[in-house]
């Protein structure tokens, strides 16, 4: 049986990131199955603030103790901050993956797509 936290009100990308949507601005993260399969992370590398990236593109990477992972766009958008928090508290999202956890806002510059991300169901399917 799968336990994972998988809020029903964020939209998910097979690549593990999530999406919450507020107006034309959302907040990306890893997802709870993410942060447990990467274990301890310790350092995001994100240098894409002020770049408008396509969705799917890869706009850093999360660093664990185990390994190095892409993180990418679950919708096309100009990424505005990275969470400051996460600088000196990286494990945040292991701790709090939906919350405090964020790793980037962006503004939304194409919903085109967003019919491709997965509900909660569908993510959970796939885990």
């Keep these: 049986m799968n336990i994972m936290n998988t809020p029903s009100n964020l939209f998910y990308a097979a ?25 301890d992370i310790v350092f995001f590398e994100i240098d894409t ?3 408008t990236l396509e969705k799917d593109t890869p706009f850093g990477t999360v660093e664990a103790v185990k390994t190095v992972s892409d993180l990418h766009m679950p919708l096309s958008g100009e990424v505005l901050e990275v969470n400051p928090a996460l600088e000196s508290s990286p494990s945040l999202v292991n701790e709090d993956p939906y919350g405090k956890g964020w790793i980037i806002r962006i503004r939304i510059t194409d919903h085109t797509g967003k019919e491709t991300l997965l509900s909660a169901e569908q993510y959970q399917e796939l885990t």
Excluded: P, S
């Design 15 to 39: 690549t593990h990131e999530w999406l919450r949507i507020e107006g034309e601005e959302g907040y990306v993260g890893i997802t709870d199955f993410a942060q447990k399969e990467l274990g």
């Design 49 to 51: 603030v002020g770049e």
